[in-house]
């Protein structure tokens, strides 16, 4: 059964552990439900705030490690990314030599086309605020941020081709602002009048990319189980089974192969 990467956006993270306590950036049973399908998995760790270069050879140095573990040196993956966790996967596949080993990319709300939340911030919090200057006396990567502005993408999609031999796909999300989280409200208002509709990070029209799969109606964060509004809490909305509906459906079109068993743990 072909390995299963769950790769995490900005601010992200792997897996953590706090003592008994394990904190999941993919939540609520999505790596179980994709592990039950019996893919081998592989969960991504990568520079929270790095900028897109960094993050992409962490992560292909993480795809390799983990698969030599595994004892599955020479198989090809299938990535499922988050936001921006999508354009380190793409400069990976490209950039960095893995077009051979990677089978299908399938990003989640990625910002394709670069965030004008992005252009904002570091307009208004980095040059205006002083922001890059304080980051800098900090010593605070921040790179990530002026990686997704709308420039910096345009930039990153001149430079960065789609790979021949792999098949790439697209989710998008999408959510009016009274229904995402306090926190996003005011990046939802500035995404929505420069690009429209949704998460309250990433438009539809940037999450574009490759074959596009469909618009899931749920904000940016519940894309990977982190339910933060009275509505997702008390309604429960368990986003798992889409992820295991992506997998199948590229099984049914023979772009990955179909699962073998239909129970098993197998993760990194």
Sequence with gaps: ?????????????????VGPLR?????????????????????????????????????????NRQLGILGLPDHRVIILAHSMGGLDARYM?????????VTALVTLSTPHHGSSYADWVVRNLGDRLGGRKLAAALGLDLRAI????TD??????????????????????????????????HSHAIVFRHEGENDGVVSIVSAKWGEHLGTWPVDHL?????????????????VAPRYVAILENLARRGIIPGPLREKGHNRV
């Excluded at 002026?146 to 502005?149: E, R, S, Y």
């Design 1 to 17: 059964m072909i390995p299963v990467v769950l790769h995490h956006g900005l601010f992200g993270f792997g897996n953590l552990a």
């Design 146 to 149: 002026a990686d997704l502005t």
């Design 152 to 185: 910096a993408v345009k930039r990153f999609n001149d430079e960065v081709r789609d790979a021949s031999a792999v098949r790439y796909f697209s989710v998008s999300a999408c959510r009016p602002r009274s229904a995402v989280p306090a926190f996003l409200q």
């Design 93 to 101: 596949i490209s950039r960095l030599g893995m077009a051979d080993r």
């Design 222 to 238: 519940h894309l990977i189980n982190k339910r933060t509004t009275p509505q997702t809490l008390l309604g429960g909305q368990d």
């Design 23 to 63: 904190i999941r950036y993919f939540a609520g049973g999505i790596e179980r439900a994709i592990a039950d399908r019996g893919h081998p998995l592989i969960v991504g760790r990568a520079h929270p705030t790095g900028p897109i270069e960094l993050r992409a050879r962490q992560l292909k140095e993480l795809i």
